[in-house]
């Protein structure tokens, strides 16, 4: 089955998979990878990101145009719809309470661009830029909120140094910048480790396993990997920009896809291997890619 829109992420659990589009677009899908229901446009400005839980899907629109940021959640029990166009929201009051994500539980207006959303148990962290780290519940309501990170051998300017991921590692909390920086924070918030790693390129995303470590993707032809936040980074260069990766913990492998190429590395011997694609693989999850033209393929390198 192919989409019938150009798909840029997804967010999936144990039940459903949740593809985000380039252009605000969502679709619920079965791991036959059918739509569930007829996918939909819920509010008309980007998505930037999303986190699913068992009940809910929660996701971050973006306008930076119309400086337009909120987060909404939208249960997962009803069907979604298409919500206003941006016509309406251009001509809307900033706060108007009655502009809001279709078919959505509650909102959160955005004074700041926010960062790293990710799930942190039952609940949710994520950065605004410059300003703090906060945890939410999945009604949208603060449980706490903190100081920005700040590493002081960084000698660039945090706006240049932005939070691209937050992961949850047992009940530490460990925090990621573009630069190379990394902070984990225990259950009090207090830091126990917090250091800078000399990489090739700015970091993109992180992804963690238990078994598999630290899979660090950069903007250019190139990844890291490392089994605790004490190693040092095995430096990876690649046929192109790695944009997702999962482990597979029966064989011991890490296994990404992206630009032109899949890739696996074995990390018992660092055994590497790369097989060119025709395309741009966004997304993999167990054998599956999810293509940048809305196809579901074979991993290339099984």
């Not at 004074?111 to 300003?131: D, R, Y």
């Not at 899979?215 to 980074?233: C, R, W």
């Given at each position: 089955?192919?989409?019938?829109?150009t798909?840029?992420?997804?967010?999936?659990?144990?039940?459903t998979?949740i593809?985000?589009?380039t252009s605000?677009?969502?679709a619920r899908?079965?791991?036959?990878?059918?739509y569930?229901?007829?996918?939909?446009?819920?509010f008309?400005?980007?998505?930037?990101?999303?986190v699913?839980?068992e009940k809910?899907?929660?996701?971050?629109?973006?306008?930076?145009?119309?400086?337009?940021?909120?987060?909404?959640?939208?249960p997962?029990?009803?069907?979604?719809?298409?919500?206003?166009g941006r016509?309406?929201l251009?001509?809307s009051s900033i706060?108007?309470l009655?502009?809001?994500p279709?078919?959505?539980?509650?909102?959160?207006?955005?004074?700041?661009?926010?960062?790293?959303?990710?799930?942190?148990?039952?609940?949710?962290?994520?950065a605004?830029?410059?300003?703090?780290?906060y945890?939410?519940?999945?009604?949208?309501?603060?449980i706490?909120?903190?100081?920005?990170p700040?590493?002081?051998?960084?000698?660039?300017s945090a706006?240049?140094?932005p939070?691209?991921?937050?992961?949850?590692?047992?009940?530490?909390?460990?925090?990621?910048s573009?630069a190379?920086?990394?902070?984990?924070l225990?259950?009090?918030?207090v830091?126990e480790?917090?250091?800078?790693?000399?990489l090739?390129?700015?970091i993109?995303?992180?992804?963690?396993?238990?078994?598999?470590?630290?899979f660090?993707?950069m903007?250019?032809?190139?990844?890291?990997?490392?089994k605790?936040?004490?190693?040092?980074?095995?430096?990876?260069?690649?046929?192109g920009?790695?944009?997702?990766?999962?482990?597979e913990?029966?064989?011991?492998?890490?296994?990404?896809?992206?630009?032109?190429?899949?890739?696996?590395?074995?990390?018992?011997?660092?055994d590497?291997l790369?097989k060119?694609?025709?395309?741009?693989?966004?997304?993999?999850?167990?054998?599956k890619?999810?293509?940048?033209?809305?196809?579901?393929?074979d991993?290339?390198?099984?």
């Amino acid at each position: 089955m192919s989409l019938d829109f150009t798909p840029q992420m997804v967010n999936s659990n144990d039940n459903t998979i949740i593809v985000i589009g380039t252009s605000g677009e969502l679709a619920r899908l079965n791991f036959d990878y059918e739509y569930i229901s007829p996918y939909s446009k819920p509010f008309p400005t980007t998505i930037m990101s999303g986190v699913l839980f068992e009940k809910i899907w929660i996701g971050i629109w973006i306008d930076r145009e119309l400086q337009d940021a909120r987060m909404a959640g939208i249960p997962l029990e009803i069907n979604w719809e298409n919500g206003i166009g941006r016509d309406i929201l251009r001509t809307s009051s900033i706060g108007d309470l009655d502009i809001r994500p279709k078919n959505s539980a509650w909102q959160k207006i955005l004074t700041a661009e926010p960062m790293g959303l990710s799930k942190v148990g039952e609940n949710i962290v994520f950065a605004t830029k410059n300003k703090g780290i906060y945890m939410i519940n999945q009604e949208g309501e603060e449980i706490w909120r903190d100081h920005y990170p700040v590493w002081r051998d960084m000698d660039i300017s945090a706006e240049m140094n932005p939070i691209v991921s937050i992961i949850e590692n047992d009940s530490n909390i460990v925090i990621w910048s573009a630069a190379g920086c990394v902070m984990e924070l225990n259950q009090e918030r207090v830091i126990e480790v917090s250091k800078i790693f000399t990489l090739k390129d700015k970091i993109s995303n992180v992804k963690f396993s238990k078994e598999g470590g630290w899979f660090v993707m950069m903007h250019g032809k190139s990844v890291a990997i490392l089994k605790d936040l004490n190693d040092e980074p095995f430096i990876i260069k690649t046929p192109g920009p790695v944009l997702d990766a999962f482990f597979e913990p029966e064989k011991g492998v890490w296994r990404w896809t992206g630009w032109r190429h899949d890739g696996e590395m074995k990390i018992k011997d660092n055994d590497l291997l790369f097989k060119k694609r025709e395309n741009i693989g966004i997304h993999i999850s167990n054998s599956k890619i999810l293509t940048n033209d809305g196809f579901w393929e074979d991993y290339s390198s099984s």
